[in-house]
């Protein structure tokens, strides 16, 4: 069942990274509109009553200004005037005459989407003359579906079940059916034929398959194919030259908007340059447009981006945390209709194939608000009572509790990022930097001993502080510079460089957070606190500064307005500290996730991979540069890999990694999903129980030697 239903998941996916909302569906095509950008009209009355009251309006639609609609429209895209509905629409066709047959025969987007894609998907039926059949794909999502309830028996052979199926039609030579589909991408203007990316379809077999489709579709004066996987690309080179070939990059440069995190949200507009980014002050009922992807960011109503992300991105992490609407737009930021809005209270929509910005009142928006408090973070309470230096191995006690009690306990002292980094370290054949752990109790005593805590609670207790986010930004600026200036205590700061130079002799060591309040089951507070690198005896980077430039990091302000959306007593986090020998030599960085965001269902299975080339960072990358994304199809047999785009930092497009290198990734991500299952696997089947973790990863060797893996971090991912 597997493979049939990532069929047309995979086949859609070369954009994919454009929508990694979890509720994407599977063996679907995808649809979106054009950006709708409102002109500064107001929002129909019903639309905002029905936000304000505190639901969300039933199939909200977005109407030909931009405003968005309470009543339930269709929003795909129509190739053409046709009175035909979905439910008059037949089963199947042989031959697609018009466009708007074509959209009468289109899967209709469920979930994630890239915009503009409609696809019809295709059989060939070998055995009967090579019949070709147009499926009708919102009826029949599966190639399975159709083919086992149209094309077994009643003079034709009988279609096997599902699992032979699956074991013949994308792997056998002598296979009896071709499975494809054909795909408009609207924003490339170009119909597509594909095939799945664990499809072995030969050169012949394609050849076969496309010149019958091209015959069915004569309203099409130009078909493609479309290759989304390496095993694809390979036999493209060998198609004859009668057959078009279109890549993923191309289609991509035409797409005009990316959809990160649908939701919906009200605030007032804040149009951010990029030059003005630190300046700003900025709250989390704005809702702001920036001109690239900012470095750090308080919490926000939402985000648009002209600069496009990626779905790992600390900026998306945390958009799709809060529930907030991310979404990326080419020429946001200089929309001369967008800034009429600046300044003011709006409505943002972001649909799984479209959005949508108008104008409210703030009556509406304080109403919309008061509605949606979200609920409360419980943070572990800070333990105090543990105050050794200690290594890694004995941080997480997995003999005598379960796993997801040992975290907790761990995180209580540890702090979350520890606590998964030492499980990590018990996983056998994977590699992690040796390590320890300082524990919180150090942070509390250093806020203690020098009368932060006390300033804190002042500080917490004044109105002007808590209303005015300028005020606040400066007075936590304040707070952090003294913290920097501040003596360590002197007992502590003497064990700490004894345990360095006894155990990390010469080693230039990376101290990063890990506060209680971070990596737990149902919130990550990615990207939200610092990591500081240091070495004993080393005058511009000494020690002590670095524990307190992280254990100051506590109080950034978008540390501070994250926690205080979500409800999380301040005065409750405790920052403790992981420590580790830096990565020196890097060849490669990257993160993954150890399940498939494009399908909630758990049927196509695969990891999803961003992977840049040497220390370009893959969550927070500088302007203009891709980096490596794919999908590795690891647990089928012949664990094929889909590339969704490719590194703008290597040589011709050259893959960041070796087909080793992926191969070695790939075992080291099924370690982590394995060991992490028994706490964070949900015990109910269905599309609630999707889960994954969250991997951050290197490889890094010495120059002349070869790069090794190292994982240096694993937290869930919901």
Same mark, same amino acid.
Not at 87 to 102: H, K, Q, W, Y
Not at 308 to 329: D, E
Not at 515 to 539: H, I
Not at 565 to 593: K, Q, T
């Given at each position: 069942?597997?493979?049939?239903?990532?069929?047309?998941? *995979?086949?859609?996916?070369?954009?994919?990274?454009?929508?990694?909302?979890?509720?994407?569906?599977?063996?679907?095509?995808?649809?979106?509109?054009?950006?709708?950008?409102?002109?500064?009209?107001? $929002?129909?009355?019903?639309?905002?009553?029905?936000?304000?009251?505190?639901?969300?309006?039933?199939?909200?639609?977005?109407?030909?200004?931009?405003?968005?609609?309470?009543?339930?429209?269709?929003?795909?895209?129509?190739?053409?005037?046709?009175? &035909? %509905?979905?439910?008059?629409?037949?089963?199947?066709?042989?031959?697609?005459? %018009?466009?708007?047959? /074509?959209?009468?025969?289109?899967?209709?987007?469920?979930?994630?989407?890239?915009?503009?894609?409609?696809? =019809?998907?295709?059989?060939?039926?070998?055995?009967?003359?090579?019949?070709?059949?147009?499926?009708?794909?919102?009826?029949?999502?599966?190639?399975?579906?159709? =083919?086992?309830?149209?094309?077994?028996?009643?003079?034709?052979?009988?279609?096997?079940? #599902?699992?032979?199926?699956?074991?013949?039609?994308?792997? $056998?030579?002598?296979?009896?059916?071709?499975?494809?589909?054909?795909?408009?991408?609207?924003?490339?203007?170009?119909?597509?034929?594909?095939?799945?990316?664990?499809?072995?379809?030969?050169?012949?077999?394609?050849?076969?398959?496309?010149?019958?489709?091209?015959?069915?579709?004569?309203?099409?004066?130009?078909?493609? /194919?479309?290759?989304?996987?390496?095993?694809?690309?390979?036999?493209?080179?060998?198609?004859?030259?009668?057959?078009?070939?279109?890549?993923?990059?191309? !289609? /991509?440069?035409?797409?005009?908007?990316?959809?990160?995190?649908?939701?919906?949200?009200?605030?007032?507009?804040? !149009?951010?340059?990029?030059?003005?980014?630190?300046?700003?002050?900025?709250?989390?009922?704005?809702?702001?447009?920036?001109?690239?992807?900012?470095?750090?960011?308080? =919490?926000?109503?939402?985000?648009?981006?002209?600069?496009?992300?990626?779905?790992?991105?600390?900026?998306?992490?945390?958009?799709?945390?809060?529930?907030?609407?991310?979404?990326?737009?080419?020429?946001?930021?200089?929309?001369?209709?967008?800034? %009429?809005?600046?300044?003011?209270?709006?409505?943002?929509?972001?649909?799984?194939?479209?959005?949508?910005?108008?104008?409210?009142?703030?009556?509406?928006?304080?109403?919309?608000?008061?509605?949606?408090?979200?609920?409360?973070?419980?943070?572990?309470?800070?333990?105090?009572?543990?105050?050794? #230096?200690?290594? !890694?191995?004995?941080?997480?006690?997995?003999?005598?509790?379960?796993?997801?009690? *040992?975290?907790?306990?761990?995180?209580?002292?540890?702090?979350?990022?520890?606590?998964?980094?030492?499980?990590?370290?018990?996983?056998?054949?994977?590699?992690?930097?040796?390590?320890?752990?300082?524990?919180?109790?150090?942070?509390?005593?250093?806020?203690?001993?020098?009368?932060?805590?006390?300033?804190?609670?002042?500080?917490?207790?004044?109105?002007?502080?808590?209303?005015?986010?300028?005020?606040?930004?400066?007075?936590?600026?304040?707070?952090? @510079?003294?913290?920097?200036?501040?003596?360590?205590?002197?007992?502590?700061?003497?064990?700490?460089?004894?345990?360095?130079?006894?155990?990390?002799?010469?080693?230039? !060591? @990376?101290?990063?957070?890990?506060?209680?309040?971070?990596?737990?089951?149902?919130?990550?507070? *990615?990207?939200?606190?610092?990591?500081?690198?240091?070495?004993?005896?080393?005058?511009?980077?000494?020690?002590?500064?670095?524990?307190?430039?992280?254990?100051?990091?506590?109080?950034?302000?978008?540390?501070?307005?994250?926690? $205080?959306?979500?409800?999380?007593?301040?005065?409750?986090?405790?920052?403790?500290?992981?420590?580790?020998?830096?990565?020196?030599?890097?060849?490669?960085?990257?993160?993954?996730?150890?399940?498939?965001?494009?399908?909630?269902?758990?049927?196509?299975?695969?990891?999803?991979?961003?992977?840049?080339?040497?220390? &370009?960072?893959?969550? @927070?990358?500088?302007?203009?540069?891709?980096?490596?994304?794919?999908?590795?199809?690891?647990?089928?047999?012949?664990?094929?890999?889909?590339?969704?785009?490719?590194?703008?930092?290597?040589?011709?497009?050259?893959?960041?990694?070796?087909?080793?290198?992926?191969?070695?990734?790939?075992?080291? #991500?099924?370690?982590?999903?394995?060991?992490?299952?028994?706490?964070?696997?949900?015990?109910?089947?269905?599309?609630?129980?999707?889960?994954?973790?969250?991997?951050?990863?290197?490889?890094?060797?010495?120059?002349?030697?070869?790069?090794?893996?190292?994982?240096?971090?694993?937290?869930?991912?919901?």
């Amino acid at each position: 069942m597997r493979s049939e239903q990532a069929t047309l998941a *995979a086949t859609l996916l070369l954009l994919m990274v454009l929508a990694p909302s979890l509720a994407a569906g599977c063996d679907r095509a995808y649809s979106g509109d054009r950006p709708l950008i409102g002109s500064g009209t107001v $929002s129909p009355e019903g639309a905002a009553a029905s936000d304000a009251a505190g639901a969300e309006p039933a199939e909200s639609g977005v109407d030909g200004t931009g405003a968005t609609t309470g009543a339930s429209r269709d929003t795909s895209p129509v190739l053409a005037e046709s009175s &035909t %509905t979905v439910a008059e629409s037949p089963d199947f066709l042989a031959r697609i005459a %018009t466009e708007a047959e /074509f959209e009468s025969m289109a899967a209709r987007p469920l979930d994630g989407s890239i915009p503009g894609g409609r696809s =019809v998907k295709t059989v060939v039926d070998r055995l009967d003359s090579g019949a070709l059949y147009f499926q009708n794909s919102d009826r029949y999502p599966l190639h399975y579906d159709f =083919v086992s309830s149209h094309l077994s028996g009643d003079g034709l052979p009988l279609v096997p079940l #599902l699992p032979e199926f699956n074991a013949t039609e994308y792997v $056998s030579p002598s296979r009896r059916f071709l499975l494809g589909a054909v795909t408009y991408y609207a924003d490339a203007d170009v119909y597509c034929y594909e095939v799945a990316p664990f499809d072995t379809a030969t050169p012949e077999m394609i050849t076969e398959a496309f010149e019958a489709v091209e015959r069915g579709l004569p309203f099409v004066d130009r078909l493609a /194919f479309h290759p989304s996987s390496t095993t694809a690309e390979a036999a493209s080179e060998q198609l004859p030259p009668t057959i078009p070939v279109v890549s993923t990059d191309e !289609i /991509f440069a035409d797409t005009e908007f990316q959809v990160l995190n649908p939701a919906i949200a009200y605030g007032r507009l804040r !149009i951010v340059a990029d030059d003005d980014v630190d300046d700003t002050a900025l709250s989390f009922r704005d809702i702001a447009v920036f001109e690239s992807m900012p470095e750090d960011v308080g =919490v926000l109503a939402g985000i648009l981006t002209e600069q496009f992300q990626t779905p790992l991105s600390h900026l998306n992490v945390l958009s799709r945390n809060r529930g907030t609407p991310n979404l990326a737009v080419r020429g946001v930021f200089d929309d001369q209709d967008l800034r %009429t809005l600046d300044g003011r209270w709006v409505r943002l929509e972001v649909g799984q194939s479209g959005y949508s910005i108008t104008e409210v009142t703030k009556a509406e928006a304080d109403t919309w608000w008061e509605a949606r408090t979200p609920d409360a973070v419980r943070v572990p309470a800070a333990d105090t009572s543990v105050t050794d #230096l200690r290594d !890694i191995a004995g941080v997480v006690d997995l003999e005598s509790q379960p796993m997801a009690e *040992a975290l907790q306990a761990a995180t209580r002292a540890f702090g979350g990022k520890a606590a998964h980094y030492a499980v990590l370290a018990g996983i056998d054949g994977l590699s992690v930097r040796p390590a320890f752990a300082v524990p919180v109790a150090y942070y509390f005593h250093f806020m203690a001993d020098n009368g932060f805590d006390e300033l804190v609670t002042d500080m917490l207790d004044d109105p002007q502080f808590q209303d005015d986010p300028e005020v606040r930004a400066e007075l936590l600026s304040r707070l952090r @510079k003294a913290m920097e200036e501040a003596p360590l205590d002197e007992s502590f700061e003497a064990e700490l460089t004894a345990k360095l130079v006894s155990d990390y002799p010469g080693k230039r !060591i @990376k101290f990063r957070s890990s506060t209680n309040a971070e990596d737990l089951g149902d919130y990550t507070g *990615a990207g939200l606190y610092e990591s500081k690198a240091a070495q004993v005896g080393n005058p511009e980077s000494p020690v002590a500064d670095a524990v307190k430039e992280v254990w100051a990091s506590v109080w950034s302000l978008e540390a501070f307005e994250e926690r $205080s959306y979500r409800g999380i007593d301040h005065l409750a986090v405790g920052m403790a500290l992981l420590a580790h020998e830096s990565f020196a030599d890097e060849e490669a960085n990257g993160v993954a996730l150890t399940n498939n965001p494009y399908d909630p269902t758990g049927l196509s299975p695969a990891f999803y991979v961003n992977v840049q080339s040497g220390e &370009t960072s893959v969550v @927070k990358p500088p302007d203009d540069t891709t980096a490596d994304a794919f999908l590795l199809y690891y647990d089928h047999p012949d664990q094929p890999v889909e590339f969704i785009s490719h590194s703008s930092e290597t040589k011709d497009g050259e893959p960041v990694l070796t087909e080793q290198q992926v191969m070695d990734l790939g075992a080291a #991500l099924a370690a982590v999903r394995d060991a992490f299952a028994v706490a964070y696997a949900p015990r109910e089947t269905g599309e609630s129980s999707w889960w994954a973790m969250d991997v951050e990863f290197k490889f890094d060797g010495a120059p002349g030697e070869a790069a090794e893996l190292f994982v240096k971090q694993a937290r869930p991912y919901r």
